[in-house]
């Protein structure tokens, strides 16, 4: 925990010994940014307490009461409020666990989809696709070059229809089959974006919330689409 932050946070609050709704929100968010286990919380309280004394040591002033009242509240309420915990499946084929999963959560995508899979053959997730894309999804793909000319691949369809698409343009392969829907939600694992993944291979597919994992996946897409681009 930064108690540096934290001090210096609750004394700018102390100075005119009121907690103004801006200075509320700061302290909110600087809470919010720690780990919140008891040890924290007890901290920022016995803190809050001992500028309060130290304050009312300087000048006997009863609104320093009402100040640590307003801190204490606050410090009450996000103990009281339930960590939401980030989302994390797996599922895996053959059976259509894993593309249900996926149609579905293209289909929930409100806002952008960033896509970095080695090919796309199955009509059943790149009709999905072009919906998305329709109704103003902002979509990007990469994809591996060797396989956008294959029999059956999807990847012209989807570029023709305006999607964005990049390769590797490389003799390495670009094997990669992860996508970030909405910037919260990251899906990844060995599933081929192929009807055969779902219908004999033995795949697997995570999906994830937890939003280390999903910035540093996001991270490796940029790297990789100003690298093709």
Request: proline content about 2%; overall charge negative; aromatic content about 6%.
């Amino acid at each position: 925990m930064n108690t540096t932050m934290i001090d210096e946070i609750l004394s700018r609050t102390l100075e005119d010994v009121h907690l103004s709704r801006g200075e509320r929100r700061s302290l909110r968010e600087a809470f919010e940014g720690l780990s919140m286990d008891p040890h924290d919380l007890n901290h920022v309280r016995n803190r809050a307490f001992q500028l309060a004394l130290e304050r009312a040591a300087c000048a006997g002033d009863t609104r320093l009461v009402a100040w640590l009242h307003d801190v204490i509240k606050l410090i009450d309420t996000l103990r009281a409020e339930p960590r939401q915990q980030p989302s994390c499946e797996a599922l895996f084929s053959p059976g259509t666990a894993c593309l249900e999963r996926l149609v579905a959560l293209i289909s929930a995508t409100q806002h952008v989809a960033d896509i970095c899979v080695y090919t796309i053959t199955d009509n059943r997730i790149s009709d999905v696709l072009l919906d998305a894309h329709r109704r103003g999804v902002k979509m990007r793909l990469i994809t591996e070059d060797s396989k956008t000319w294959d029999t059956g691949s999807d990847i012209e369809k989807l570029e023709s229809a305006g999607v964005k698409v990049e390769d590797d343009h490389a003799a390495s392969l670009m094997h990669h089959k992860f996508a970030i829907f909405d910037r919260t939600t990251l899906v990844t694992g060995s599933y081929n974006w192929t009807r055969s993944a779902a219908s004999s291979n033995q795949e697997n597919l995570v999906v994830t919330s937890h939003e280390p994992l999903v910035k540093a996946f996001s991270a490796e897409f940029e790297r990789l689409w100003t690298a093709f681009s």
